[in-house]
């Protein structure tokens, strides 16, 4: 569904907010409510904002990722497998 077509006022949810929640949840939506004739908040379903903040949180990853590789901070995979097995045989010694 289009964001134009997800557009409602702040009375029409007042008016039909157990129709418009389970409609959000029944069908994974996202419905913009406005407050005189702006744009103020989302409704989204809950399923459907987990994953879009899984999809924000992998995003941030790779550009951590890239930052590191521009400046130069990454090595060797098998020197990483070596500092894991060394924090693993420390962590066991205590």
């Known amino acids: 569904m289009k964001p134009s077509e997800a557009i409602k006022s702040i009375s029409y949810l007042k008016a039909h907010a157990s129709e418009v929640v389970r409609d959000i949840s029944n069908n994974n939506k996202t419905m913009i409510i406005t407050q005189n004739g702006e744009a103020k908040v989302i409704l989204q379903d809950i399923k459907l904002y987990e994953q879009t903040l899984e999809s924000l949180a992998l995003l941030k990853i790779l550009a951590v990722s890239n930052k590191n590789l521009r400046e130069g901070k990454t090595k060797p995979i ?5 500092d894991v097995r060394k924090k693993i045989q420390e962590s066991h010694k205590q």
């Open 78 to 82: 098998h020197q990483t497998f070596k």
